[in-house]
């Protein structure tokens, strides 16, 4: 069982449970707000190296992916929802079984580039305390700036129904790369909200607007 930090809320127990996955240096706790306006069964994690979770030092994807996937022990099936590395990590779970992935909505994540980018910016030592494991930053930062063909290729096993959240022009994140990354997926649909790349909290009804009608229609 995965030692992973988490905070889970009530709403209705007959579907699959809504996981939530935070962005780089955040934790669970991002996602108090939209918890109450989702009316489902909620788990918020605090990824590796953040919050109350481990710092394993193997920070990869993969492996974030992987912890998720042990926490999950239990449900056959549940929907993600995931805000830039959260995005990322919710991506790689679901490249990884899809079979345990129903829905998804990814907001304003960074896919790989096309061709590499080398300088990462990232120092040594954080410029002020945090209260994350700083050796994150680097890996991140490294994997997200890193091209990865074997990523493009598997966009297209995802089965889930995939909703992506794009933040528009004021976000840092490449909106045409998230965009041709969407298109590569059998079953994705693409979400302009432009108000930059932390979109749940700079505009959390405009968020909550467009996400929760996705989380609870029912089934076709």
């Given amino acids: 069982m995965s030692t992973l930090g988490r905070l889970t809320t009530g709403g209705p127990a007959d579907g699959p449970p ?3 996955l935070h962005a780089l240096g955040s ?5 108090a707000a939209f918890t109450k306006a989702l009316p489902r069964h909620t788990i918020a994690l605090d990824l590796p190296g953040h919050g109350t979770s481990p710092r394993t030092g193997d920070y990869t994807f993969t492996a974030m992916a992987d ?27 679901a490249m990884r079984a899809p079979e345990r992935v129903r829905r998804m909505v990814v907001e304003d994540i960074a896919p790989p580039p096309h061709e590499p980018v080398t300088d990462y910016g990232i120092p040594a030592e954080p410029p002020e305390p945090v209260d994350f494991d700083w050796a994150l930053a680097g890996a991140i930062k490294t994997l997200i700036r890193t091209p990865d063909p074997s990523w ?16 528009g022009p004021p976000s840092h994140i490449d909106q ?3 965009r041709d990354a969407a298109a590569r997926m059998p079953s994705a649909t693409v979400v302009e909200i432009p108000v930059g790349h932390r979109i749940h909290s700079e505009a959390p009804e405009e968020f909550a607007a467009a996400v929760v009608p996705f989380l609870t ?3 076709p």
């Fill in 27 to 31: 934790s669970m706790h991002t996602w």
């Fill in 67 to 93: 912890a998720v996937l042990a926490c999950l022990d239990g449900y056959e099936e549940v929907d993600l929802v995931g805000h830039s590395l959260g995005g990322a990590v919710a991506m790689h779970v």
């Fill in 18 to 20: 809504v996981v939530l």
């Fill in 176 to 178: 045409g790369r998230l």
């Fill in 152 to 167: 493009w290729a598997a966009l297209g096993t995802i089965t889930a129904d995939t909703l992506w959240l794009a933040g």
């Fill in 217 to 219: 229609r029912a089934a």
